[in-house]
């Protein structure tokens, strides 16, 4: 049911939290965007006269600006055709094997797409399993087609679909079961579909497709592995060659940064409706696909399962069996997997305690708090290579160097990159809170930051621990971020899979990725565990 209206407004401790979410968007993302264009890092070499106009008229720049384009909508495209029937499925669904498939198809999402990329790349590849099995020539047929763009669309569509997949059972949870019931005593599920839950999962269905459309119009890893040229990748060569031209880079990104505007602006909007949407009449999860709808739901859970779990066991048996890797492999990597997990454990905390103090106030003034937490989705979805140039102009001064040159300039890109995701999180289980306990406590007198800790913080405490795991994991998996301030800080893991990739024996890659892919499921068990108790909690 929905919550009734509110019998009490926030006071001035509600609206200072407000101003400290803003202010924190503008430290971590708004003062070094505009510092960037103010004052942005001298070059290394001669400038050349690159310009905002070349990007538009040069033929070469117009050629991979269409390219990225291309590569986005096909993937987007793909997404939705998976991502949207495994969500109604998994929100309506209560069959038992629904967490272990939900982990699997989660896996991809959770670890670099360069991993997942990888992965393919170990059954596809000239030297892969399908070269194994079928002979030289099939290896040859295989690699030809998939080092290339119908490459990056499968593997970025396998990292990606599990956001649509989210954003739909969301919204499909929160459906008023009562119309989709009166649908069906006219029309077939068929229709119902198309003409009722569709429409209603709309803002959460396209909130995905956009996120996922900018995700991979900044993504640079993946086509560099794959051999496709892109336009992100022109932008992040004037910044990691040894010319290191930011302007240039600057002036290239600017349609991306356009793009990524035009998506948090579209992503504000769904997040503006968010706490209205949870007034229904009748619980959704009381629905059920029918026969011929759960078979194609089932059909798409499994193939998106076998899609993620099959490229991932080929990769671990590279890693236990392949030349390089072993147990010699592993243990090789351990100094970086030790610098991620520091990475994580760091960005993880800072970012859940801020959300469990900051977060409230979002749930309680849904448009407002969307509007001041703005700033922090843009540091979502710009591309990586622009925010971490930012960064590098605000924070590498004579006068910073003790912050720039040590561990926290990482933790405190990470923090800039994943604090809306924890905040997002955090407000989604504020909104599942009893009203009723914060008005009596309102109305006896107690007092702003007790309420906080006897009533708010005891309700919202699996989520801060599902916050904390959601966090670590997007920190762990981060490359093109953290990429650009190498070597200050150590090595992180995905970084040196990405750079061992080029010349080291396929048991070694492979190892890098393993102990990635391995410290990832971990994760998710426990974070489906968690989630599964909070859930029963909610909705018995």
């Known amino acids: 049911m929905g919550s009734p209206a509110r019998t009490w407004r926030p006071g001035v401790a509600a609206w200072l939290r407000l101003g400290a979410l803003l202010a924190t968007g503008g430290v971590l993302v708004g003062l070094p965007l505009a510092l960037l264009v103010i004052d942005p890092p001298a070059p290394v070499g001669p400038a050349s006269p690159v310009s905002v106009w070349s990007a538009v008229t040069d033929p070469h720049f117009r050629g991979l600006l269409g390219t990225s384009l291309r590569l986005a ?18 929100a309506w669904t209560r069959s038992r094997a629904a967490t272990p498939l939900v982990v699997v198809h989660l896996l991809p999402l959770c670890l670099p797409p360069y991993v997942t990329a990888l992965a393919w790349s170990s059954i596809l590849g000239r030297q892969g399993l399908a070269a194994r099995l079928g002979g030289e020539s099939v290896g040859v047929w295989t690699s030809g087609w998939y080092y290339g763009e119908i490459g990056v669309v499968l593997a970025l569509a396998v990292a990606l679909t599990p956001i649509v997949t989210l954003f739909t059972a969301g919204f499909a949870r929160r459906m008023d079961a009562s119309r989709v019931e009166a649908g069906l005593l006219h029309r077939g599920w068929g229709a119902t579909v198309l003409r009722v839950v569709l429409p209603m999962a709309a803002p ?7 996120l996922v459309f900018v995700l991979v119009l900044g993504e640079v890893a993946v086509p560099q592995l794959l051999r496709v040229r892109v336009y992100a990748s022109v932008v992040f060569g004037r910044l990691a060659d040894l010319s290191f031209q930011p302007g240039e880079a600057l002036a290239l990104a600017l349609p991306m940064v356009l793009v990524s505007g035009v998506v948090a602006a579209g992503l504000y909007l769904v997040d503006a409706g968010g706490r209205q949407s949870r007034g229904v009449r009748a619980p959704a999860s009381g629905l059920r696909l029918p026969g011929g709808g759960f078979a194609l739901a089932m059909g798409v859970v499994l193939l998106s399962s076998a899609a993620a779990l099959a490229p991932m066991a080929e990769l671990v048996f590279t890693a236990l069996t392949g030349p390089g890797g072993g147990a010699e492999g592993l243990r090789a990597s351990g100094g970086a997997l030790s610098n991620s ?15 469990a103090i900051l977060a409230a106030q979002w749930s309680e003034r849904s448009r407002v708090g969307g509007l001041v937490a703005l700033p922090l989705l843009l540091g979502l979805v710009l591309p990586a290579g622009v925010y971490a140039l930012a960064l590098v102009a605000t924070w590498n001064r004579p006068s910073t160097q003790w912050l720039y040159r ?4 990482v933790i405190l890109a990470l923090c800039g990159r994943y604090a809306y995701v924890a905040l997002r999180v955090v407000k989604l289980g504020r909104d599942q809170s009893p009203d009723a306990w914060f008005e009596a406590a309102h109305l006896t007198g107690v007092g702003p930051l007790r309420r906080w800790w006897t009533i708010d913080l005891p309700l919202q405490l699996d989520i801060l621990v ?22 200050p800080g150590g090595e992180s893991l995905p970084l040196r899979t990405m750079t061992l990739e080029a010349n080291a024996p396929p048991g070694l890659t492979a190892a890098a990725a393993t102990l990635q892919i391995f410290v990832t499921l971990a994760t998710l068990v426990v974070a489906a565990v968690l989630w599964h108790r909070t859930t029963r909690r909610v909705h018995p």
Do not use: K, N
């Open 406 to 409: 040590s561990d926290a300039i």
């Open 466 to 487: 599902l916050t904390w795991l959601t966090t670590f994991v997007m920190a762990i998996r981060d490359l093109e971020t953290t990429v650009l301030f190498y070597p």
């Open 73 to 90: 909508s096909w993937v987007t495209i793909v997404t939705l055709v998976v991502g949207v029937p495994y969500g109604l499925w998994l």
């Open 341 to 355: 997990l520091g990475y994580g454990a760091g960005t993880a905390t800072i970012l859940t305690v801020g959300a």
């Open 204 to 210: 959460g269905i396209g909130a995905g497709a956009l």
